[in-house]
């Protein structure tokens, strides 16, 4: 079956066709002027950044030779035809490695009990008042917005060189992460409970403790994992600072160019790093369910 | 109206225990769970030093260098310091830029309906993976030693760990698009190519723009830590000052952060919307 195409009237036609041309020239015109403003902004951030292109393809063979070295043992072997000798210090590492989880898990716990304890204070629906809401809010952000290895650098100096500093900052930095996400999770609980409890003449505690918590406990824990996984990370590096943990020894390593033990450090970290993103996934899928594991 | 009959609640109990009395395991796992946390939490605080007169000299220490931060004072280096911060955007905007346009045809590689063969696709994914695994900071570190101290080094730290996040993005970002479109280029005659530049692009783009503008806002804060390893911007100065003790410069300067990266928020936050509309990812 055909069905007949109806053409409209060359005039008519002239006109719309000139309608859509503009329209799409006028789109064009400002998909360019954007392009061109952000080609602009590029090159004045070259400047800033004090991009040199003539170092980088003088160099650029380091990059590829660094791989190289730090895959070559002192002997001139390849590293993975002597694992012994290539993870040499692995008993050292080992307990540094452990030394690293262990800073992410206390930090993360702490961390995620400060924000439990704030969160509360915090979300719109639930906070007692608005000058409350406001200064935790503000506090939040605060202990989100400055990096952990800043804070950790301060506490370096207060608290001494070794772990603890860098257990407070992770703490920190994921009291400020957690607690935002903690209350955007109770801003979007179901306030019917709430009403309910506090009908009954309830206390605000109370109202917290037996309507709310039930509902948003499963997703603090997911997120709380989901921060454990990403101060793995952070943790690894703390070290840099003499916070503690294995970025102490790869520090070492790498500023003293004992090749081999870097990409033996490197590649603790990064197995590590996979283990815990896959175990922690796990987790979460098993405990929650497929929705909340992201 | 006539009576329900009542249920003998004995022989339901016989006959459904799970539902009157809910197993030991269940009623055990949670405060078994506590207490493990509890365990290795304990643990954890022995092994790694921690003492109550090392924290509260620690926070004694502590109040007094907060004393010491007010009033946040940059002394006479505040053009330094705003030409340190105009490196910090730099590294942010062009490490992040650089990173996207690398990543984009590698991202095609790594999804799936794009390259239908596990062959490539694995190794790929796992490459990327490897990539991300290793933080920006050690990125820097090893970048300084190929093209010495300096601002370019933080760049290309930053590029090569977000190749890594930005490749996993938008190859899921590729993965979520419709197929019918490139269905459609392909009905019409079009190659290889025309689907995904006729078909692809233009769903994914979008969330992709969107992406890219989210991570120039975070790497704004990556930027800003990078340069305590020696990689330029604003962490140089803010590290040093941290080590001659020189905390009303150090307050002043992470004031200066606060408010650059809340200003970078803000800005990225509005072309965002403007370009994916009301929704925002991430």
């Given at each position: ?28 015109l ?18 800033g ?52 989880l ?23 629906n ?13 506090l ?35 009291t ?32 917290m403790r ?33 916070a503690?943990?294995i ?32 175990s922690?996934?796990?987790l979460?899928g ?9 | ?6 249920p ?29 946390a ?22 004694s ?12 004072n ?103 698009a ?36 989210y ?47 809340a ?20």
């Amino acid at each position: 079956m055909a069905t007949a195409v109806s053409i409209l009237p060359a005039q008519q036609l002239a006109t719309l066709e000139d309608a859509y041309r503009k329209a799409v020239a006028r789109k064009r015109l400002r998909g360019a002027l954007a392009i061109a403003v952000f080609c602009v902004v590029l090159v004045l951030a070259a400047f800033g950044a004090e991009v040199n292109l003539r170092t980088l393809f003088t160099y650029f063979g380091n990059f590829v030779s660094y791989f190289d070295r730090i895959l070559t043992l002192d002997s001139g072997a390849r590293v993975w035809t002597d694992p012994a000798e290539w993870f040499w210090g692995w008993h050292k590492w080992l307990k540094m490695l452990g030394e690293t989880l262990l800073i992410s898990y206390v930090g993360t716990l702490t961390g995620a009990v400060f924000a439990f304890a704030l969160n509360f204070f915090a979300a719109q629906n639930t906070s007692p008042g608005p000058w409350v809401r406001f200064i935790i809010r503000r506090l939040l952000e605060f202990a989100r917005t400055v990096p952990g290895i800043v804070f950790a650098l301060i506490f370096v100096i207060a608290f001494g060189l070794g772990p603890m500093a860098g257990v407070l900052a992770i703490a920190i930095h994921t009291t400020g992460a957690l607690g935002k996400l903690f209350a955007e999770i109770v801003e979007n609980a179901d306030m019917k409970p709430v009403e309910g409890i506090r009908s009954t003449g309830a206390s605000w505690l109370s109202c917290m403790r037996f309507a709310i918590l039930p509902q948003v406990s499963a997703g603090y824990a997911s997120y709380a994992l989901l921060r454990f996984e990403i101060n793995v990370r952070e943790a690894s590096v703390m070290g840099f600072v003499g916070a503690g943990g294995i970025g102490q020894e790869l520090v070492v390593a790498i500023r003293k160019f004992y090749y081999s033990d870097v990409s033996a450090i490197l590649v603790t970290i990064i197995v590590t790093v996979f283990i815990m993103d896959i175990s922690t996934g796990w987790l979460r899928g098993r405990l929650f369910g497929k929705e909340t594991s992201r | 109206m006539s009576q329900m009959p009542r249920p003998d609640i004995a022989e339901l109990r016989g006959k459904y225990p799970g539902v009157f009395e809910r197993p030991a395991s269940a009623r055990l796992a949670l405060p078994a769970m506590v207490a493990a946390a509890l365990a290795i939490f304990v643990y954890g605080l022995v092994d790694l030093d921690f003492s109550p007169t090392k924290l509260i000299t620690g926070m004694s220490q502590l109040g007094w260098i907060t004393m010491m931060m007010i009033p946040p004072n940059p002394g006479s280096s505040f053009p330094l310091y705003m030409q340190a911060l105009g490196e910090t955007l730099s590294i942010a905007l062009l490490g992040t830029t650089l990173a996207a346009l690398f990543a984009l045809p590698v991202s095609l590689l790594a999804a799936r309906n794009i390259i239908p063969s596990n062959l490539i696709r694995f190794p790929v994914r796992r490459f990327l993976d490897s990539i991300r695994g290793v933080d920006t900071l050690i990125w820097a570190l090893v970048w300084i030693n190929v093209v010495g101290l300096g601002p370019f080094a933080g760049v290309l730290a930053i590029m090569v760990s977000d190749f890594g996040a930005f490749g996993k993005l938008f190859s899921e970002a590729i993965e979520a698009a419709d197929r019918k479109q490139v269905e459609g280029i392909r009905a019409s005659g079009g190659n290889a190519l025309h689907e995904i530049r006729f078909g692809l692009l233009p769903q994914v783009l979008p969330v992709i723009a969107g992406q890219v503008l989210y991570f120039i806002e975070s790497n704004t804060r990556s930027a800003t830590i990078i340069g305590i390893v020696g990689a330029g911007g604003i962490g140089l100065q803010l590290a040093e000052q941290i080590r001659v003790l020189e905390w009303q410069k150090v307050s002043f300067l992470i004031l200066m952060i606060l408010i650059a990266v809340a200003a970078i928020d803000f800005i990225s936050s509005k072309l965002r919307f403007a370009i994916i509309g009301q929704r925002a990812v991430v």
